[in-house]
């Protein structure tokens, strides 16, 4: 049986896009809307230091205390606390399990 270049060419485009979307190695930048749109976030990941204050919360406040505060401009959730940050973004993204970043749309 002969194959028609045509159909070999999207027979190796699926075969790539199903071996490009089973790479895990990156934080998978999914990103999601929060407290009425004013925030982004993904999980799994962690912005790398410029902490300026840190507040024991959950995972779906911590926006909002991001927001609270006047200077922070993005955050990191882990372990029961919401890490504060302040830095020109885009800064070094990370990958941590069971984390959740993101940043205050104004103020980036």
């Not at 006047?70 to 069971?98: E, S």
Request: charged fraction near 15%; include cysteine.
């Amino acid at each position: 049986m002969k194959t028609s270049p045509v159909c070999l060419f999207f027979l190796l485009l699926v075969a790539g896009i199903i071996c490009i979307s089973a790479d895990d190695s990156q934080p998978r930048q999914v990103y999601n809307y929060g407290n009425n749109g004013q925030v982004i976030w993904m999980w799994n990941c962690d912005w790398e230091n410029n902490d300026i204050a840190q507040k024991p919360s959950t995972g779906e406040q911590c926006g909002g205390v991001c927001i609270a505060n006047p200077d922070c401009n993005h955050f990191t959730y882990y372990n029961g606390v919401c890490y504060m940050k302040k830095a020109k973004l885009p800064t070094p993204l990370n990958k941590l399990q069971g984390a959740i970043c993101g940043w205050v749309r104004s103020r980036v």
